[in-house]
């Protein structure tokens, strides 16, 4: 608690010394003119395009030029990184600016691999914008070339990058007898590294008070290592069982940043067990305590060389990564009575994977952020998995191969399908064969006048034959029907068709920008011995709003109606729900630690 409340005290009297400094720059009526226009005036916005390119296609005409020097340029807040010359400082910008110390330009030069000396490759420098872009703490990058007039041979790289305002607070209330809130700061002192505390207060906790401090800090000493510290009272962070937890979790990963990246791996260490902080009688609390310990290691096979000295030849962006991957998890008490669970079963798994991959990127907007810039991924991976199970007692050999597809159309339609497969042989047996396939699809972007528009759609089916001792196929996921919370909803074949509607408006306010949503889902679950046909069939449909400011930290807020025509247990047919930073976005890597063909 001491380093928790040293920490909460550094943010606060930095937030209270930039004060004083803003107090003697602006005036009160300078303050309410930038207020009123932000919250009440919808202008037309200086920039506001619509873009749909590839990543590498700005760099082309440079490549195999020598880098000469590297600049980093930071951007105030106010100034676009697709257009410099047009800067929107007002009051609330230039408290923004004072508010925080923003990311140090020596630690955005940790972020780049593009060196100088090194010839242009268009592929590596669109890979480095991507990559600070992806930071939590930025907002938009761009990467410029600039020739130089007395060398055909050489140019300049201006790196050109837009901090978000990295300080943030979240809040939830049950009623009113559950109140909890999170304090954060995503670029601590500008050098790469998050704080996070958070407070709970619920008057049927014993005690009422839980907290959970987070330390994280990314890329140290440019290693492109990431380091996360956390402790918890209040089952945050890794928790695999269904009581509230207290945990200490260590976690160092180097992920494959780019694909130009040669090693990749991570360490994962945890250790939790269940407190009965809710007072439960003792025949309805599980009382456990595990630790998880999980390792891994890749290799990179096919990066070309980016030295002058062997000349430049044009990168194919074809990849072959190898890794290996040792997770246990290992219960030192499992709860009573000792039913077998999946979840409460010591874990041994050694998975090996050889993977395939090419990978390229457009560049575009209005997908899932209200129009920063977003990075779409066009390629493949192929898996090829293999390695050595043990659940309980139970030793089995698995075998596994996963393959992705992201496609493009000339009409800026967006593709994407998956079909991962999976078996474990025991006593000349295959047991719990899974399947999955997953087809999504997204519009290009309708603009009107008054609105932008995308239409998304998505079809799975999940399968698991001769089912043994997997975890059975659940509901609450992305392939199933998000936030129909229960887990008595299990079945061993899922099926799931839906579409979704989404309009980007320019209404704006406090300079959060709306946009609204339509869905409707629908997913067939049969249990074992049943065909999936005559299965449960369960549906979703509904609406709402999304709220995002760009300029900061906090992620998606949503507003969702629901009505689920068909429910059990505590869940209600309609359900109205306000949820904070939530996170749209595809995921920062597509090469990952060795695991299972995907399932659930």
């Known amino acids: 608690m001491r380093y928790s409340i040293f920490f909460v005290s550094l943010l606060f009297l930095q937030c209270l010394r930039a004060q004083d400094t803003i107090r003697q720059k602006h005036t009160v009526k300078e303050l309410a003119k930038d207020v009123y226009r932000s919250v009440l005036v919808t202008g037309k916005k200086i920039i506001d395009s619509v873009f749909f390119q590839k990543s590498e296609k700005a760099f082309q005409p440079y490549a195999g030029k020598v880098i000469r020097r590297i600049i980093v340029r930071k951007l105030a807040f106010g100034e676009n990184v697709q257009d410099t010359s047009q800067p929107i400082i007002g009051a609330l910008s230039r408290i923004a600016n004072n508010l925080q110390t923003g990311t140090r330009p020596s630690i955005i030069k940790q972020f780049l691999f593009v060196k100088e000396g090194e010839l242009i490759d268009p592929y590596r420098l669109a890979d ?22 007395n060398s055909i041979d050489s140019v300049d790289i201006y790196v050109i990058v837009r901090d978000v305002f990295s300080f943030g607070t979240k809040g939830d209330a049950s009623g009113i007898n559950a109140l909890s809130g999170t304090l954060y700061d995503a670029n601590f002192l500008g050098r790469a590294q998050r704080v996070e505390f958070s407070l709970l207060l619920d008057k ?9 401090i987070l330390y994280r800090k990314y890329n140290i000493w440019g290693s492109f290592i990431n380091v996360d510290l956390s402790y918890t009272t209040i089952n945050k962070g890794i928790s695999l069982g269904n009581e509230n937890e207290t945990s200490v979790f260590f976690k160092m990963e180097r992920p494959l940043y780019t694909p130009s990246a040669r090693f990749a791996g991570g360490v994962n260490l945890s250790w939790n067990r269940s407190v009965n902080r809710y007072r439960k009688t003792d025949s309805l609390f599980l009382d456990y305590q595990y630790s998880l310990q999980d390792y891994w290691v890749g290799y990179n096979i096919g990066t070309p060389s980016v030295k002058p000295s062997r000349g430049y030849r044009e990168d194919n962006r074809r990849r072959r990564f190898v890794a290996i991957r040792y997770y246990e998890q290992f219960f030192l008490r499992k709860p009573h009575p000792p039913e077998y ?17 090419k990978l390229d990127f457009y560049k575009t907007n209005y997908i899932y952020g209200f129009g920063i810039t977003e990075d779409i991924p066009i390629g493949f991976t192929r898996k090829i998995i293999a390695g050595y199970s043990k659940i309980d007692s139970l030793r089995r050999l698995y075998i ?3 393959y992705d597809h992201w496609l493009v159309d000339n009409k800026e339609n967006f593709f994407n399908y998956t ?14 064969n899974s399947l999955l396939f997953n087809f999504s699809w997204f519009s290009h972007l309708f603009a009107f006048k008054k609105f932008r528009f995308r239409q998304y759609a998505d079809v799975s089916y999940a399968g698991i034959g001769n089912y043994r001792v997997y975890d059975l196929l659940h509901i609450n996921n992305e392939f199933g029907l998000l936030r129909f919370n229960t887990d008595s909803v299990t079945g061993i074949q899922r099926f799931t068709v839906g579409m979704e509607s989404d309009f980007f408006t320019r209404w704006r306010i406090f300079g959060f920008k709306i946009g609204l949503f339509s869905f409707g889902k629908v997913t067939l679950l049969a249990g074992q011995h ?14 709402g709003f999304r709220m995002r400011n760009e300029n900061l930290i906090f992620g998606t807020i949503e507003g969702r109606f629901t009505w689920f025509p068909r429910t059990i247990e505590n869940i209600n047919n309609i359900t109205l729900r306000i949820s904070g930073n939530i996170r749209f976005k595809f995921p920062d890597s597509f090469v990952k630690a060795p695991w299972f063909a995907l399932l659930k």
């Open 400 to 402: 596994g191969w996963q």
């Open 530 to 543: 049943t065909g999936l046909l005559v299965g449960d069939l369960y549906s979703a449909a509904g609406g």
């Open 204 to 212: 049927h906790r014993h005690p009422k008070f839980g907290s959970d």
């Open 419 to 432: 079909l991962a497969l999976g078996t474990n042989y025991y006593k000349k047996t295959w047991q719990d």
């Open 128 to 149: 480095n914008e991507r990559l600070l872009r992806n930071l939590d703490f930025i907002k938009d990058s761009r990467i410029r070339v600039r020739p130089l007039a």
């Open 341 to 357: 669970n999946y979840l409460y079963t010591d874990k041994r798994f050694v998975i090996g994977e050889l993977n395939w991959y």
